[in-house]
């Protein structure tokens, strides 16, 4: 489920040095490319599906596919916010569930 960058929502978040999505990625994986301006995510195989660059894009340009399994009825995704970190909890459609918790790069030593 790594994220879709829609080109034509992506501002680069308007010259900053370091886009929002860079920034919150716990794995470093998403770059502005100097050529074009945009955002773009350096290795899909490597994303952790966290969504935190989905949450801190204020553009609105960056989506995540969900998977079959949190298409239907009675399957949840919900974030919980800490200070310097997001937990997900997903249950999918058979009740089973499954924690993730991911540590903001911001708020590393």
Same mark, same amino acid.
């Given at each position: ?28 994986? @998403? ?6 301006? /945009? +955002?773009? #995510? &350096?290795?899909?195989?490597d994303c952790w599906d966290c969504m935190s660059c989905i949450k801190a894009c204020p553009a609105g340009a960056l989506?995540?596919? @969900? ?6 009825? /009675? +399957?949840? #995704? &919900? ?31």
């Amino acid at each position: 489920m790594p994220p879709k960058i829609d080109t034509h929502k992506c501002n680069g978040c308007n010259g900053r040095e370091e886009t929002h999505c860079e920034e919150i990625c716990p794995g470093d994986l @998403m770059a502005l490319n100097p050529a074009t301006g /945009k +955002a773009y #995510l &350096r290795a899909a195989r490597d994303c952790w599906d966290c969504m935190s660059c989905i949450k801190a894009c204020p553009a609105g340009a960056l989506e995540i596919k @969900m998977p079959y399994q949190l298409g239907y009825f /009675k +399957a949840t #995704l &919900r974030p919980i916010m800490g200070s310097n970190f997001i937990i997900w909890k997903c249950r999918d459609i058979n009740g089973q569930e499954q924690t993730y918790r991911y540590v903001n790069r911001l708020d590393k030593p």
